[in-house]
């Protein structure tokens, strides 16, 4: 160990973190000493922020061990904090240790260090905080593999006397982790009175066995896992996982034992929603699951005492509910009960509502006309045109902005003609410029051409926003079909090379009008995958022909967004390259998502048209 005042032996300015030099360290370090707890916390704060920093550690960070060491020994706060900050350091999997890069890796240092001061750490094992030694656990854990005989016995006696007597159960229980890391685990953890004991050992093992779970693994993690960790305590272990983390992922690994337990879990009351929460993270990992998924989300409906869990639970089923071809009567019923209550959940029961085609839906969203809520009827609902669109004209005429404009003129695209209805509030926002690009865009959907509109189009084209230019070159080629207007918009911002990708997708309309800018294009097919996949969607719908445009789309379909964007472009050509097959049939027929969809931001799950897709161009040979 180290004390402050031999930290101006170290070289820290010749040595860097996450931020450049380290010249910082030192007054850092100082700063652990400090009687303000507040300064404390600062310093560990930024110490997490450049010795390590999002799973990396650097040059600095070794040297910086055993000055923490020493202080937590003697700084005065937060020692279960310094603690952590040394296991975090150390974290590294088993068998980076076999690799080639191992030796002279500034992780390898760091655990060699703390490797040297462990011995006198080791009293902290016994400390009267309950929290110190739970974290002085997880530091032995980090390097644990990597102990000369000597340190590996001491550390094997100290664990064994925290597994068999420690007054805190929850330290026996991560005693035990430690034991197993050190190839002693007890025989009979699996039976012990503590739950606690009983839920680690299950973990460990369900670890070692992988999916399927045995029955016993299962009965464990069901009956001693659905309480969240007792005092809000989850210390995690090295990697940032706790334990509750752990077994939602081993959980959602196995969804037929998942959805089991998680039934369970519900069923005793969805304790910390920790049922609810593994359920949707299986619906997210797993394709196909969603009748199963449903089932469990509505029975976890009435368990939940908290708005905010109850709004975010009926958001998710509203996220899933339209992958079944009829949802049941019952369930639409329950959302209908909570869709006419007077509270914040109600809308986003509404939604799910919506989402599952009842026919009760757009009168109820006439009584709540959120945009948000408004589009996904007109998706949902396009027959209800007559209902929905005077609601769209008048906020759109109350001068609806930002996202609420944007969502609700993009509702008009599902009306077909009927959207004319609406033109004088669309050209009211091209001239406010309030949803500005949607509303470009849809005037050239409408197809009617005025003297105001055109007018109002060709100003747009001067805007100081690229992507309303873009629009409105697009809008004003549909109307007028005058193509020099557009081409001149277009060369401008093709040539100034900034958002290139979103201008090529703005051709669209213009089809083969717009080869005179093919010299700009086609350089452009070698650029990065957004933008060469955009240049090929161009390239083929100016020229029609797919020659150029299939390799490289073909070189870019994968479980991305930009793959799934080159995966419609190949669809809707038609073709596609022998040598894909076996990429396409990965996409088609796994078990699993390939594509995660947080945002939500379409139509439907992502990952669900990136296996349609797919499977429609697999179906073409």
């Not at 360290?25 to 700063?31: C, G, M, R, S, T």
Request: one cysteine or more; hydrophobic letters at 45%.
């Amino acid at each position: 160990m180290k004390p402050p005042a031999e930290l101006d032996r170290v070289p820290w300015s010749e040595l860097t973190h996450a931020y450049g030099s380290a010249e910082d360290v030192p007054e850092l370090i100082k700063a652990l000493y400090d009687t303000d707890e507040e300064t404390v916390d600062g310093a560990i704060y930024e110490l997490y922020g450049n010795i390590h920093h999002q799973g990396s550690v650097y040059p600095a960070s070794a040297p910086a061990v055993p000055f923490l060491a020493h202080a937590v020994l003697h700084a005065p706060h937060k020692r279960a904090d310094l603690l952590m900050l040394l296991a975090t350091l150390a974290d590294h999997q088993p068998d980076d240790v076999d690799s080639p890069h191992w030796d002279g890796s500034s992780v390898a240092a760091i655990c060699a260090g703390l490797g040297t001061e462990l011995p006198e750490l080791l009293p902290c094992l016994h400390d009267a905080e309950r929290d110190v030694r739970r974290a002085a656990l997880r530091v032995a854990a980090a390097v644990a593999g990597l102990l000369p005989e000597e340190h590996h016995r001491a550390l094997l006696e100290h664990a064994t006397t925290l597994h068999t007597t420690d007054r805190a159960p929850a330290v026996r229980a991560d005693a035990l982790v430690v034991l197993t890391r050190l190839g002693q685990e007890p025989a009979a953890a699996l039976d012990s009175p503590l739950p606690e004991i009983r839920l680690a050992a299950a973990l460990l093992a369900a670890e070692r066995s992988g999916p399927p779970y045995p029955s016993r693994l299962l009965d464990v993690l069901a009956q001693d896992g659905a309480e969240p960790d007792p005092g809000d305590d989850a210390f995690p272990w090295p990697g940032d996982t706790t334990q509750e983390q752990q077994l939602t992922r081993l959980l959602t690994d196995d969804p037929d034992a998942g959805l089991a337990v998680a039934a369970r879990w519900i069923a005793a009351g969805d304790l910390g929603s920790r049922g609810s929460w593994l359920v949707r993270g299986i619906a997210e990992t797993w394709r196909d699951r969603e009748p199963e998924v449903l089932e469990l989300l509505s029975a976890a409906l009435p368990q939940q005492r908290d708005p905010d869990a109850l709004g975010g639970l009926l958001r998710t089923i509203g996220d899933w509910i339209e992958h079944l071809p009829e949802p049941s009567a019952d369930l639409r019923d329950t959302l209908h009960r909570y869709a006419t209550a007077d509270d914040e959940p109600a809308e986003h029961a509404l939604r799910a509502l919506v989402r599952s085609r009842d026919r009760r839906a757009p009168a109820l969203v006439l009584l709540r006309p959120g945009a948000g809520l408004i589009a996904a009827a007109a998706l949902h609902f396009p027959a209800a045109a007559d209902q929905l669109i005077p609601v769209i004209r008048r906020r759109l005429a109350a001068g609806a902005t930002g996202n609420d404009g944007i969502a609700l003129v993009g509702a008009l695209r599902q009306f077909g003609s009927a959207a004319r209805a609406a033109e004088p509030e669309l050209v009211g926002c091209l001239r406010d410029e309030r949803a500005a690009i949607v509303a470009a865009r849809q005037l050239g959907l409408n197809g009617r051409a005025t003297e105001e509109i055109t007018d109002l189009l060709a100003q747009a084209m001067q805007s100081a926003d690229l992507s309303l230019r873009a629009a409105a070159a697009a809008a004003h080629y549909q109307l007028t079909r005058d193509a020099d207007p557009a081409l001149r918009a277009f060369e401008g911002l093709l040539s100034a090379r900034g958002q290139t990708h979103w201008y090529l997708s703005g051709l669209r309309p213009l089809g083969s009008a717009a080869a005179p800018l093919l010299p700009l294009i086609e350089p452009l097919l070698e650029a990065g995958e957004w933008t060469r996949t955009a240049a090929a969607e161009a390239v083929y719908r100016i020229t029609g022909s797919p020659d150029r445009a299939v390799p490289v789309l073909a070189g870019v379909v994968g479980p991305t967004p930009v793959g799934l964007q080159a995966l419609r472009a190949l669809t809707e050509i038609g073709r596609f390259p022998e040598e894909l097959r076996p990429t396409l049939r990965g996409l088609a027929f796994s078990p699993l998502r390939r594509l995660t969809d947080q945002l939500r931001s379409g139509p439907t799950h992502q990952d669900e048209e990136l296996r349609g897709l797919a499977r429609t161009l697999l179906a073409l040979s």
